[in-house]
């Protein structure tokens, strides 16, 4: 199982590192030509974090089940979604079989979710267990960082992301301690209200998974149909410029 110390510490603020609203609009034009092309009516996301991915396939009419092994994610997701028809499950990669059986028409394991399972082993059970829940000819979708440009060109820093709330101005600061394969992720969330500046660090491990690896354990796992792009705006790959590694396998 990957770690989850981090992310059960940001289910509260974890929403404040994106702009929701800006990501989804620039990806649902190429998630839901996938999905028309592919017959989808029903989903699994994975490690769906807060549900923003889940709350958006919901809103276009598709059956949701959405899972993460956090449990204060899916509490958050849970508040997040409202009355939205979305089920919302603890249970972590490799688990679904028993948990949310399915079949869906597609599985979703978007926001470089697959990254924090370190071994080969755990590598395969998740794929393994994507590939039983789906009905014959579904279709899996990844989102992962472009390792291969972090590794080759050691892209320790991912920036920085900003919101300004009600009563608080909050920073975000992400960067890696390189390694390879292993890769040592850090978030430092820095925090302004009338009282001055304070910060909080967490960190968590993740694989470097490189296009050719993800690949050949896709195939190994019985996904021998594989398109992969550089992002989701179902842009080409470039392996030293792409901003992410997306791959749309059946």
């Not at 892209?155 to 390189?178: I, K, N, P, T």
Request: proline share 5%.
């Amino acid at each position: 199982m990957p770690e989850v110390p981090l992310y059960d510490a940001f289910a509260e603020g974890y929403d404040l590192m994106t702009d929701w609203e800006s990501r989804l609009a620039s990806e649902a034009p190429f998630l839901q030509t996938l999905f028309r092309n592919h017959r989808v009516r029903s989903v699994l996301d994975a490690a769906c974090g807060t549900g923003q991915h889940a709350m958006a396939f919901a809103r276009w009419g598709l059956r949701v089940t959405a899972t993460d092994l956090s449990e204060p994610m899916i509490a958050r997701a849970r508040q997040n979604a409202g009355d939205l028809p979305v089920r919302f499950l603890v249970a972590g990669f490799g688990e679904h079989r028993q948990k949310a059986p399915g079949p869906y028409d597609a599985v979703t394991c978007l926001g470089n979710s697959l990254p924090h399972l370190l071994e080969d082993s755990a590598l395969d059970d998740a794929l393994a267990d994507f590939r039983a829940v789906l009905r014959p000819g579904g279709v899996l979708i990844i989102q992962n960082n472009n390792y291969d440009a972090i590794l080759d060109q050691q892209r320790r820093f991912m920036g920085v992301s900003s919101r300004q709330g009600q009563s608080a101005e909050y920073l975000f600061f992400r960067f890696f301690d390189m390694g390879a394969p292993i890769l040592t992720f850090h978030v430092v969330a820095f925090t302004r209200t009338a009282a001055g500046w304070s910060f909080a660090e967490s960190s968590t491990r993740q694989r470097a998974l490189r296009r050719d690896e993800v690949t050949r354990h896709l195939l190994a796992a019985g996904f021998p149909q594989i398109a992969v792009y550089g992002d989701c705006q179902g842009n080409e790959f470039d392996a030293s410029r792409s901003p992410n590694l997306v791959v749309v396998a059946h």
